[in-house]
């Protein structure tokens, strides 16, 4: 019942940056966590981050804290993975996930995925 699409991936230098986009189903948006996960070729799918209903609550896997920043608009129906200070490791499709059940923030359980965008940093 909920549509993702994501947006804005691309190939960026090592140490450049790039702004991920998710549009979400307008219906729903307001009521699900929301989040990113990556996927490198490979590998397992990874969670990266997430962000709450409200926008006031985000958590990051360790390997992207201080350079990745989640944020949402709620009005837009658009969550937002700006990232920053990009390497290698950060190669990956990147997926946005919803999650409108969980209701014990900072769990983070989603059932519903964007296509993915394809993220290549170049070293």
């Known amino acids: 019942q909920v549509q993702l699409t994501e947006s804005g991936g691309g190939l960026v230098q090592a140490g450049g940056s790039l702004r991920l986009s998710c549009a979400a189903s307008g219906r729903t948006f307001s009521v699900s966590i929301m989040g990113w996960f990556r996927q490198a070729p490979g590998k397992e799918r990874e969670f990266v981050a997430a962000?709450?209903?409200?926008?006031?609550?985000?958590k990051y896997v360790d390997s992207v804290k201080g350079r990745f920043t989640i944020s949402r608009d709620n009005p837009k129906n658009t969550v937002y993975l700006q990232m920053n200070s990009l390497n290698a490791e950060d190669t990956a499709v990147y997926y946005c996930a919803a999650d409108p059940k969980s209701r014990t923030w900072p769990r983070y359980d989603p059932d519903y995925w964007g296509q993915g965008t394809q993220v290549t940093v170049s070293s």
């Open positions: 962000i709450n209903r409200s926008g006031t609550g985000t």
